[in-house]
């Protein structure tokens, strides 16, 4: 009997160990496809989150550019932004983002908001668009070093995010306000 226990032993052994083996394997790898799923979602959420303000600031300066002559500075316009598409890359990035990032682009909306009520109402003389769209624009940069900072795999900052020139650049002194898009 003992050595019919000692026989069996070792192929119980083998077959205990790989079943451990097994188990252990599926709840390491389902692990790791959970966190590369949310690190996707959470990428795909940063970058809507980047291409709707981005739409957001073009229509900005269109409504701008497009403001009625006859509506006196101090009055609101209809705005002509639509706000969905901002609205539901906000409420993705709030799903799925860690709270530096929800928090990164909740500081882009709210510039977006005091870009647009300044907009609607109509720029006053002391006001400056190029400044008013640096707000937001750098509140782009700064979403953009937190969500490097949680996604990118070296984490590392940008030196810069575009090549546009400086606002007292000679070319943006052209057109109905001091700025282009």
């Not at 026989?7 to 496809?33: E, M």
């Not at 959420?45 to 739409?55: Q, T």
């Not at 500081?107 to 609607?120: G, K, M, S, V």
């Not at 937001?136 to 575009?162: K, M, N, W, Y």
Request: aromatic share 4%; with cysteine; hydrophobic share 45%.
């Amino acid at each position: 009997m003992t050595s019919l226990l000692a026989l069996l032993a070792a192929p119980v052994g083998a077959v205990l160990t790989t079943l451990i083996g097994v188990f252990v394997g599926s709840i390491v790898s389902r692990r790791a496809q959970e966190r590369h799923w949310i690190r996707e979602q959470q990428a795909a959420a940063c970058v809507r989150v980047l291409r709707e303000s981005s739409s957001v600031l073009v229509d900005l300066s269109d409504m701008d550019r497009n403001r009625p002559d006859d509506i006196p500075q101090g009055v609101l316009a209809p705005t002509t932004v639509d706000w969905r598409p901002w609205g539901e890359a906000l409420g993705s990035v709030n799903l799925v983002a860690s709270r530096d990032i929800a928090a990164a682009a909740h500081a882009i909306d709210e510039q977006i908001w005091r870009f647009h009520i300044a907009i609607r109402r109509g720029l006053t003389p002391e006001e400056n668009w190029m400044e008013l769209r640096g707000r937001v624009v750098a509140a782009q940069g700064h979403f953009i070093a937190v969500a490097r900072r949680h996604l990118s795999l070296t984490g590392e900052p940008l030196q810069c995010l575009d090549g546009r020139p400086a606002p007292d650049d000679p070319i943006w002194q052209t057109g109905r306000h001091t700025g282009g898009l």
